[in-house]
Nanobody
Framework: QVQLVESGGGSVQAGDSLSLSCAAS????????MGWFRQAPGKEREFVAA????????YYSDSVKGRFTISRDNDKNTVYLQMNNLKPEDTAVYYC???????????????????WGQGTQVTVSS
């Protein structure tokens, strides 16, 4: 079973930047899409961003578009999330996700992803 291991979470001030990383434990694992979800306290888990294998397609939620950038390094089987101009409402547990095979549609629902990481906490104070 492939494991996704996130790193890079922490506590920052509003306006700061933070970078998250997620590495797959199996170096032969070649997921079509990798991305991120987040869950804030008392709220439902929501899609943040996803990138296809070659990063030709990158998808973002409206709430992070223009501030977050997703990228992949397939040689390292790693996906990154660069988060700039962080806001208190970005506070959440961030989960790395991977979709084994493409479905022909934009992956943005929880059910689209086959593998999930344990999550890393991001806290943004005002």
């Amino acid at each position: 079973q492939v494991q996704l291991v996130e790193s890079g979470g922490g506590s920052v001030q509003a306006g700061d930047s933070l970078s998250l990383s997620c590495a797959a434990s199996d170096r032969t694992f070649a997921p079509y899409a990798m991305g991120w979800f987040r869950q804030a306290p008392g709220k439902e888990r929501e899609f943040v961003a996803a990138a296809s294998w070659s990063s030709t397609y990158r998808y973002y939620s409206d709430s992070v578009k223009g501030r977050f950038t997703i990228s992949r390094d397939n040689d390292k089987n790693t996906v990154y999330l660069q988060m700039n101009n962080l806001k208190p409402e970005d506070t959440a547990v961030y989960y790395c996700v991977a979709q084994n095979y493409g479905t022909g549609r934009r992956p943005k629902a929880e059910a689209d992803f086959d593998f999930w990481g344990q999550g890393t906490q991001v806290t943004v104070s005002s």
